[in-house]
């Protein structure tokens, strides 16, 4: 492998989250042209994938995302905030901001349109960081942003401290919309130059 080519970090399968997207509140057109929506999520599930440590399944009781779209219609802007509570009965304070490219496909789902369809992975990623933003520019050209978890769980703890990236796609249900992303830990690379 070429020298400038090493040092990279790799990827370990981790954690699978879905956001049940309810009411849908628009605020308008805001100071900057972009027009402001409050999405609300206020179930779902986060759960680590097998042999992710550490283990956890948890279920979300509120979360919301106020999301703007630019006024050229290219692009939306993630403002995610929640709270899930573990099966334990511990909270977990989970947020995001990124930026997502609106293909066709994706604008068919925003603007609610009759022949919407699910968003296959691929169209989304994002990525994912505890404790530090760390900004991606247009992964898959769809969707960057920074995610970060708070617990008070000791057992959680390596959350806060672990950088994450992930793929997503929206769900269209007979129930409504699902937003799921299947993260993946960031594991730095030991190669030295």
Do not use: C
């Not at 981790?14 to 057109?29: E, Q």
């Amino acid at each position: 492998m070429p020298e400038e080519l090493s040092g990279f970090p790799t990827l370990k399968p981790a954690i699978i989250t879905k956001v049940d997207i309810r009411d849908v509140h628009d605020l308008g057109t805001i100071h900057n042209g972009s027009k402001l929506s409050h999405y609300g999520t206020p179930t779902g599930t986060i759960k680590s994938v097998p042999g992710f440590e550490p283990a956890f399944k948890a279920n979300v009781d509120f979360g919301a995302d106020w999301l703007s779209f630019d006024p050229d219609g290219h692009h939306a802007r993630i403002d995610l905030r929640g709270m899930a509570r573990t099966e334990q009965g511990h909270a977990i304070d989970f947020r995001y901001t990124g930026v997502i490219k609106m293909p066709p496909e994706v604008s068919k789902i925003f603007n609610m349109d009759p022949d919407m369809a699910t968003v296959p992975f691929g169209h989304a990623s994002e990525s994912f960081a505890t404790s530090i933003d760390v900004e991606i520019e247009e992964a898959d050209e769809r969707e960057a942003g920074s995610h970060t978890f708070l617990v008070a769980d000791p057992a959680l703890k390596e959350l806060e401290n672990n950088v994450f990236v992930s793929n997503g796609r929206i769900a269209v249900t007979e129930k409504g919309l699902v937003v799921e992303t299947r993260q993946s830990l960031v594991v730095a690379s030991t190669v030295m130059d």
